[in-house]
């Protein structure tokens, strides 16, 4: 599941002009910067609850190549510790359900302002793509 939230956060990322990050439909909603300041809030946040670590995050968005560097930190420091032996602190149900499914509902946000914005994502068949663990 982290591993789907990387790749369609890097679909819905790449080749974003940097005046995408600050695009807002109107005073109510976020801008793309602020819905991938969140993303990796849960992203971190996960990987603290998950050690038994209760954290409630609300991180201001960095510049927009920053913030997607934090995107990807903050997952790969949560498939790190995925991978090590270190028990989990709750069901991993319990984080699909909440943080990873909210991950990824945002990241269709952002995907949903890039053709809003006119700067739609790149077509990319889902289905058959590989999509391993992030490495970087």
């Given amino acids: 599941m982290v591993a789907t939230v990387v790749f369609r ?3 819905a990322v790449e080749s974003a002009p940097p005046e995408f990050a600050h695009f807002r ?4 909603t976020r801008t793309p910067a602020e819905i991938l300041a969140h993303i990796g809030d849960l ?4 990987h603290l609850l998950l050690r ?10 960095l510049e927009w190549a920053d913030e997607i560097a934090r995107f990807f930190t903050a997952a790969e420091q949560l498939v790190a510790f995925l991978a090590s032996e270190e028990p989990l602190a709750y069901p991993v149900e319990k984080f699909v359900q909440g943080p990873i499914g909210d991950a990824l509902t945002h990241v269709g946000q952002i ?3 890039r053709r809003v914005f006119g700067a739609p ?3 990319v068949p889902y289905f058959t793509a590989e999509i391993d663990l992030p490495t970087y």
Avoid: D, K, Q
């Avoid at 439909?25 to 109510?28: C, L, V």
């Avoid at 038994?52 to 968005?61: I, N």
């Fill in 9 to 11: 956060g890097r679909v």
């Fill in 25 to 28: 439909i109107n005073e109510s």
């Fill in 43 to 46: 992203l971190a946040g996960t």
């Fill in 52 to 61: 038994g670590e209760f954290a409630t995050l609300a991180s201001e968005p």
């Fill in 111 to 113: 995907v949903m302002l």
């Fill in 121 to 123: 994502v790149r077509s």
